[in-house]
């Protein structure tokens, strides 16, 4: 009996193949590739495979560091079922590797519990135990560097409520104004002004306008304006303090409520006297000049 296979060696030194009954021939077999060339003629069809040698493996794909991203998902909510998701960029081609983006999915933390912290009680604040009111950071040049306690500060102006006049009688020294300076919550340096219109009426007493803070006869004098001996003049008051005086000498200190009292003083000596009007006075004001 006849084999139906039939291996033909061709001139060239390739092979044919040929299966009779079904019509089937492989030509142009290689032996060394094992590449051949298939033609099917059964039930009267035909069909022509060339030959095929396998590719060279291709480049991998590519995920370049900018399209790789993740998005939060709330704490125990469910992730996508597709996790990351991935989204082709450039398909790529013949020598060109393919690039994708990833998203990755990413479920938050739950939250921890509440913290508990006092700003006064930390280690590199100074003054940690101070509580006034209105008192904050303050960086300075000693360690710590934190100094909590120095107040939040903004200077003040106040006046007073009534201008009083005064008459040829009442004393050598006279209250013209009082200007209260309420708790603060620094220490300040009241600036003082105040004019008014002084008229001797014997043409010999010389008086003066002073203010005096805290007491009103032994306050220590934070501004003066000197008047004339027997003239009538308007006296106009300068801020200040005695010179050599000390660098406590007219503080009011933090939290501490005090008056400063506006008076027309009789110079020493001289005992005429003399008359002031509210209509003649003015300016009488305190502004607060904070200080540390």
Not at 34 to 44: E, H, L, M, N, P
Not at 120 to 137: K, M, N, R
Not at 230 to 248: D, E, K, L
Request: hydrophobic fraction near 40%; charge should be negative.
């Amino acid at each position: 009996m006849t084999s139906p296979v039939n291996l033909t060696t061709n001139p060239d030194g390739s092979q044919t193949l040929k299966v009779t009954g079904v019509d089937l021939t492989i030509d142009d077999i290689d032996p060394d590739t094992g590449t051949g060339s298939i033609t099917i003629t059964a039930a009267g069809g035909f069909a022509h495979l060339p030959n095929v040698l396998q590719g060279l493996p291709g480049l991998p794909p590519v995920f370049p560091a900018g399209q790789i991203t993740t998005t939060p998902v709330a704490h125990g909510t469910a992730l996508p079922a597709t996790n990351p998701a991935v989204t082709l960029i450039d398909p790529g081609g013949p020598g060109v590797a393919s690039q994708y983006g990833l998203e990755f999915f990413i479920n938050s933390g739950a939250d921890g519990n509440p913290g508990s912290f006092a700003l006064a009680a930390a280690a590199d604040v100074l003054e940690a135990t101070a509580t006034i009111l209105g008192q904050s950071l303050v960086v300075t040049q000693v360690t710590p560097s934190l100094q909590f306690g120095f107040a939040s500060q903004m200077g003040q102006v106040y006046y007073p409520s009534v201008i009083n006049s005064t008459g040829t009688s009442g004393g050598s020294n006279r209250t013209i104004a009082t200007v209260p300076i309420p708790s603060l919550v620094y220490a300040c340096k009241p600036i003082v002004s105040c004019q008014t219109l002084i008229t001797p009426t014997d043409g010999t007493a010389q008086v003066n306008l002073v203010a005096r803070l805290g007491n009103a006869t032994t306050g220590p004098i934070i501004g003066q304006g000197f008047g004339l001996p027997g003239q009538t003049c308007i006296v106009n008051i300068a801020f200040g303090v005695a010179a050599g005086s000390g660098a406590t000498v007219g503080v009011v200190n933090a939290a501490t409520p005090t008056n400063v009292y506006f008076n027309v003083e009789q110079v020493g000596g001289t005992t005429g006297a003399f008359t002031t009007a509210a209509a003649t006075t003015w300016g009488c004001g305190v502004a607060v000049f904070p200080i540390r």
